[in-house]
């Protein structure tokens, strides 16, 4: 028996989730965001019901591509619909094949028609050491076509230097960068061309 087979996902779900409304700017929620250090908001009704989900991504290529005025953009018009949902009951092998499946790194985690939590490839594995050689082994094979292509050339996946998962993986020279292996790769270079 694996160790993915016992584990559920409302063992490794996060808990509670940062939620947004309908009429709420991406400003607020992208302070929100930060405040939390989260990477997806979920939104919800009036009545709690989570209606999509707003992660970094939804507000690079909604908003700040598109040079809109964050506190002009509200939720409605950025939320990513319809929203993927797990049971908190499931296996969270079943969780990561769903994420596979639907090319997205995150679900709500529904129980009752209520949102109980979200649960994020990047929370399983941490829990998980061996789903993270797994995934790691497919992406070699695959030529890193598993990665979920977004706008803006941003890919998903395991940064070639820091090894952390990111959403808003680039291209640079060869290698995918997250945005803070960018940062700091920018920064030595002005430092040596400083010298």
Avoid: F
């Amino acid at each position: 028996m694996r160790i993915t087979d016992e584990v559920l996902v409302r063992e490794v779900m996060s808990s509670p989730v940062i939620e947004c409304s309908l009429d709420e700017s991406a400003q607020e929620i992208a302070e929100k965001m930060m405040k939390y250090k989260v990477g997806a908001v979920i939104v919800t009704s009036n009545d709690g019901s989570p209606l999509g989900i707003i992660t970094k991504t939804d507000l690079v290529e909604k908003v700040i591509a598109k040079n809109a005025r964050p506190s002009d953009v509200r939720a409605r018009d950025i939320m990513s619909t319809p929203l993927h949902t797990i049971d908190p009951e499931a296996k969270i092998e079943d969780a990561v094949r769903k994420m596979s499946k639907l090319g997205v790194s995150r679900l709500a985690v529904v129980y009752k028609n209520k949102l109980a939590g979200i649960v994020s490839l990047k929370d399983i594995l941490q829990v998980t050491p061996e789903i993270l050689e797994i995934v790691k082994e497919n992406m070699k094979i695959m030529g890193l076509r598993l990665l979920r292509r977004s706008g803006e050339g941003y890919i998903e996946g395991y940064c070639d230097s820091c090894g952390e998962w990111s959403d808003m993986l680039l291209n640079v020279e060869g290698q995918y960068l997250c945005e803070d292996c960018r940062l700091d790769l920018l920064r030595r270079r002005e430092g040596e061309s400083g010298e």
